[in-house]
């Protein structure tokens, strides 16, 4: 990839040429689209004037006209018939915000000859959206498909949610060199800040107010179109002061004019070509993804770290230099744009694992074999996980991992299906290939016995979590936040209830995305011909939807995951962590795995003199087993070996260590 082609990417197009309305004559919008497309600039301090002849109409996204009432008929009971017949969180909803999205439907029905185009997909977006759920989604036209609306720079908070300061953290190239990471916002379009956040948090999903917040901080200057509203003004004034070193605000208040511009990562990210049909099919209905972040994460990539998305790692903060105490060491992986591999330099102890899994969005085969790949190249002392900002992706990605960090039995996470007479049929066609045949008994039953949900039951075999066993063999912690969402939810359920180590979660708790999502095509799919059969949708609009419910396993049974999350042991971000690599936050995170207890247990395999044996550090006994029958019982001490002999017909042998009773490594050999 050359850079002028990332420069081109990156610079994408004028958001008001790209989607500014039909009725604008050419000339006009030419001129626009001269205005979008130069540098931005500083405007006079604290209150730049705008002219009456810049003010223009927010953009609609299809030519008025281009949707008749027959399509708009056809796009309302198809939305309807979803929603009300699978849709596993509508009781939830209905209950917690008093809101009920089927009757709003019914009523747009009534009132579509009364909207232009574009308000009849604001209407459907804001119906959506009210329901605070990211799993359940209004997807725009597919000539947005991809398309992000970004501002050339990126917002982050720390602080407390009571007393919140807003720092840019990344700057994209032809801004204004006093624009720079570190400065503070102090009002975006005349509004202060931390107002301006608030209320754009109202068009944003989110069950609890502190994701909400964290939601609305990220689209402040990164919004799908697809799947979310576009953004009313063609371009925004922030009001800013630097800092000096400590972060207290210098100088005088500033103000720049930033346009909005259109990017479109698919144009040089190689992931969005996936597999063959039958496969990829089949993978969408195992997924667990926040579809709108899912974009914006390529976007945030292809402005500030474009070479992650093809195959490229990007430069650490941290990396080859000292911050406090920290260095890193970067470990290649070739999928750049889902991890990032490092080993941490600690002052005063032994280097520390880094494992950034930005997404588990790459398939659970690859993903798994890249896992095992770079597992054994980290640094055996502690490992951090670090899942924030993750959006989600494929669920048996995320649940299979979790056995390769503790010696524990991974309990996957449950998943039920809202029990209505449309799911109980759905059960039954044979076109669903046996999608739904583990929960068909108990949906009929629930049914029938008025119940509210199927029984639940894992998406990912129980034997599949725990078929490969422990790979990194020392103490593990994890961090996510409030976008932590959907499969990111549902690792951190599985770290947390498995009892796999630490989690430390900044925000009260993960994003809180408790589901299995679908979208409609793959359910008009699986329904065509039969008498559930769905309408067809024009110009490429769509619906994701949860489809089926997530609760917690383990100690937590049956504890939901939706408007609730996974809480952890809370964490607020310094100025040091935004700007510095996120130097604190490790160094918190390194103080707890230092606490935790450390163990080893090495294996060297003799397959000529058919005997495995077993180096013991941190353990006082190791049990064998050989093909699943106990093998040999021995107290060790550190250095100790035992060895397991094996026959031409073994399979499989398993080494459990333990301390004091205590389960604290396991191995699972292969033999064949």
Same mark, same amino acid.
């Given at each position: 990839m050359t850079d002028k082609r990332f420069a081109a990417a990156q610079k994408g197009v004028p958001y008001d040429a790209t989607i500014l309305s039909p009725l604008v004559s050419p000339a006009k919008r030419s &001129?626009?689209? =001269?205005?979008? !497309? %130069? #540098?931005?600039?500083?405007?006079?301090?604290? *209150?730049?004037?705008?002219? &009456?002849?810049? =003010?223009?109409? !927010? %953009? #609609?996204?299809?030519?008025?006209?281009?949707? *008749?009432?027959?399509?708009?008929?056809?796009?309302?009971?198809?939305?309807?018939?979803?929603?009300?017949?699978?849709?596993?969180?509508?009781?939830?909803?209905?209950?917690?915000?008093?809101?009920d999205p089927v009757q709003r439907l019914r009523i747009l029905r009534t009132q579509i000859t009364l909207f232009d185009d574009d308000t009849f997909h604001k209407e459907l977006a804001a119906i959506l959206t009210e329901m605070r759920d990211a799993h359940t989604r209004y997807s725009g036209p597919i000539s947005l498909a991809h398309k992000v609306a970004a501002l050339p720079f990126f917002v982050e908070m720390i602080g407390s949610t009571a007393s919140p300061t807003y720092i840019v953290t990344k700057v994209a190239p032809g801004l204004d060199p006093q624009f720079k990471p570190g400065v503070v916002l102090e009002y975006w379009n005349g509004v202060p800040i931390d107002r301006a956040v608030m209320r754009?948090?109202?068009?944003?999903?989110?069950?609890?107010?502190?994701?909400?917040?964290?939601?609305?901080?990220?689209?402040?200057?990164?919004?799908?179109?697809?799947y979310g509203p576009a953004p009313d003004e063609l371009w925004v004034i922030v009001g800013y002061r630097t800092t000096d070193a400590s972060g207290a605000p210098t100088g005088a208040a500033r103000e720049l004019r930033v346009p909005w511009q259109i990017l479109d990562p698919s144009q040089i990210d190689t992931m969005f070509s996936e597999g063959p049909v039958a496969q990829r099919a089949k993978l969408r209905r195992t997924l667990a993804v926040n579809p709108a972040a899912a974009a914006v994460r390529q976007a945030k990539m292809l402005l500030f770290a474009p070479q992650s998305l093809v195959g490229e790692q990007a430069p650490a903060p941290l990396e080859g230099k000292a911050t406090q105490g920290l260095t890193s060491t970067p470990i290649p992986t070739d999928i750049t744009n889902t991890l990032r591999v490092q080993t941490l330099e600690v002052e005063g102890g032994p280097p520390i694992g880094y494992l950034r899994i930005w997404g588990f969005d790459t398939p659970p085969g690859q993903f798994i074999e890249e896992l095992l790949k770079v597992i054994p190249k980290l640094p055996p002392a502690g490992l951090i996980i670090d899942v924030r900002a993750n959006p989600g992706g494929y669920i048996l990605a995320a649940e299979l991992a979790l056995q390769l960090f503790t010696p524990?039995?991974?309990?996957?996470?449950?998943?039920?299906?809202?029990?209505?007479?449309?799911?109980?049929d759905m059960?039954?066609?044979?076109?669903?290939?046996?999608?739904?045949?583990?929960?068909?008994?108990?949906?009929?039953?629930?049914?029938?016995?008025?119940?509210?949900?199927?029984?639940?039951?894992?998406?990912?075999?129980?034997?599949?979590?725990?078929?490969?066993?422990?790979?990194y063999p020392g103490p593990v912690v994890l961090v996510g936040d409030?976008?932590?969402?959907?499969?990111?939810?549902?690792?951190?359920?599985?770290?947390?209830?498995?009892?796999?180590?630490?989690?430390?979660?900044?925000?009260?708790?993960?994003?809180?995305?408790?589901?299995?999502?679908?979208?409609?095509?793959?359910?008009?799919?699986?329904?065509?011909?039969?008498?559930?059969?769905?309408?067809?949708?024009?110009?490429?609009?769509?619906?994701?939807?949860?489809?089926?419910?997530?609760t917690r396993a383990g100690p937590s049974e049956g504890l939901p995951i939706e408007d609730v999350g996974i809480a952890g042991t809370p964490y607020a971000m310094t100025r040091a962590d935004l700007l510095s690599g996120n130097v604190d936050l490790l160094k918190h995170l390194v103080a707890l795995l230092r606490q935790q207890k450390a163990s080893n247990l090495t294996s060297d395999v003799d397959r000529p003199g058919k005997k495995v044996t077993f180096t013991a550090q941190g353990l006082d006994r190791v049990d064998l087993y050989l093909d699943g029958h106990p093998a040999s019982s021995t107290s060790v001490t550190d250095g100790k070996t035992v060895v397991v002999s094996f026959t031409a017909s073994s399979k499989l042998v398993e080494a459990v260590g333990f301390k004091s009773e205590v389960v604290r490594q396991r191995r699972r050999i292969a033999l064949r």
């Amino acid at each position: 990839m050359t850079d002028k082609r990332f420069a081109a990417a990156q610079k994408g197009v004028p958001y008001d040429a790209t989607i500014l309305s039909p009725l604008v004559s050419p000339a006009k919008r030419s &001129a626009r689209g =001269a205005m979008a !497309a %130069a #540098p931005a600039r500083r405007t006079k301090a604290p *209150s730049a004037k705008l002219q &009456a002849a810049d =003010a223009v109409p !927010a %953009a #609609p996204f299809l030519a008025p006209g281009s949707l *008749s009432n027959a399509e708009r008929l056809r796009i309302l009971k198809g939305f309807e018939a979803v929603i009300e017949g699978v849709y596993t969180h509508l009781p939830l909803k209905r209950a917690r915000y008093g809101f009920d999205p089927v009757q709003r439907l019914r009523i747009l029905r009534t009132q579509i000859t009364l909207f232009d185009d574009d308000t009849f997909h604001k209407e459907l977006a804001a119906i959506l959206t009210e329901m605070r759920d990211a799993h359940t989604r209004y997807s725009g036209p597919i000539s947005l498909a991809h398309k992000v609306a970004a501002l050339p720079f990126f917002v982050e908070m720390i602080g407390s949610t009571a007393s919140p300061t807003y720092i840019v953290t990344k700057v994209a190239p032809g801004l204004d060199p006093q624009f720079k990471p570190g400065v503070v916002l102090e009002y975006w379009n005349g509004v202060p800040i931390d107002r301006a956040v608030m209320r754009h948090s109202d068009e944003e999903i989110g069950g609890r107010p502190d994701s909400q917040r964290a939601w609305s901080v990220q689209s402040l200057t990164m919004r799908s179109l697809q799947y979310g509203p576009a953004p009313d003004e063609l371009w925004v004034i922030v009001g800013y002061r630097t800092t000096d070193a400590s972060g207290a605000p210098t100088g005088a208040a500033r103000e720049l004019r930033v346009p909005w511009q259109i990017l479109d990562p698919s144009q040089i990210d190689t992931m969005f070509s996936e597999g063959p049909v039958a496969q990829r099919a089949k993978l969408r209905r195992t997924l667990a993804v926040n579809p709108a972040a899912a974009a914006v994460r390529q976007a945030k990539m292809l402005l500030f770290a474009p070479q992650s998305l093809v195959g490229e790692q990007a430069p650490a903060p941290l990396e080859g230099k000292a911050t406090q105490g920290l260095t890193s060491t970067p470990i290649p992986t070739d999928i750049t744009n889902t991890l990032r591999v490092q080993t941490l330099e600690v002052e005063g102890g032994p280097p520390i694992g880094y494992l950034r899994i930005w997404g588990f969005d790459t398939p659970p085969g690859q993903f798994i074999e890249e896992l095992l790949k770079v597992i054994p190249k980290l640094p055996p002392a502690g490992l951090i996980i670090d899942v924030r900002a993750n959006p989600g992706g494929y669920i048996l990605a995320a649940e299979l991992a979790l056995q390769l960090f503790t010696p524990k039995r991974i309990e996957p996470t449950r998943f039920s299906v809202l029990a209505t007479p449309f799911t109980r049929d759905m059960a039954s066609l044979p076109s669903m290939g046996g999608e739904l045949d583990p929960w068909r008994e108990s949906l009929i039953a629930a049914v029938r016995n008025g119940e509210l949900y199927s029984q639940p039951i894992p998406i990912t075999s129980p034997a599949d979590c725990n078929a490969i066993g422990q790979l990194y063999p020392g103490p593990v912690v994890l961090v996510g936040d409030s976008t932590t969402y959907s499969a990111g939810d549902l690792f951190a359920a599985g770290f947390v209830d498995n009892d796999m180590g630490p989690f430390v979660c900044v925000g009260e708790a993960t994003g809180a995305g408790g589901a299995n999502v679908w979208k409609y095509t793959d359910l008009r799919s699986v329904l065509a011909d039969s008498g559930l059969a769905l309408p067809s949708l024009t110009a490429g609009i769509g619906l994701t939807i949860s489809f089926r419910r997530a609760t917690r396993a383990g100690p937590s049974e049956g504890l939901p995951i939706e408007d609730v999350g996974i809480a952890g042991t809370p964490y607020a971000m310094t100025r040091a962590d935004l700007l510095s690599g996120n130097v604190d936050l490790l160094k918190h995170l390194v103080a707890l795995l230092r606490q935790q207890k450390a163990s080893n247990l090495t294996s060297d395999v003799d397959r000529p003199g058919k005997k495995v044996t077993f180096t013991a550090q941190g353990l006082d006994r190791v049990d064998l087993y050989l093909d699943g029958h106990p093998a040999s019982s021995t107290s060790v001490t550190d250095g100790k070996t035992v060895v397991v002999s094996f026959t031409a017909s073994s399979k499989l042998v398993e080494a459990v260590g333990f301390k004091s009773e205590v389960v604290r490594q396991r191995r699972r050999i292969a033999l064949r």
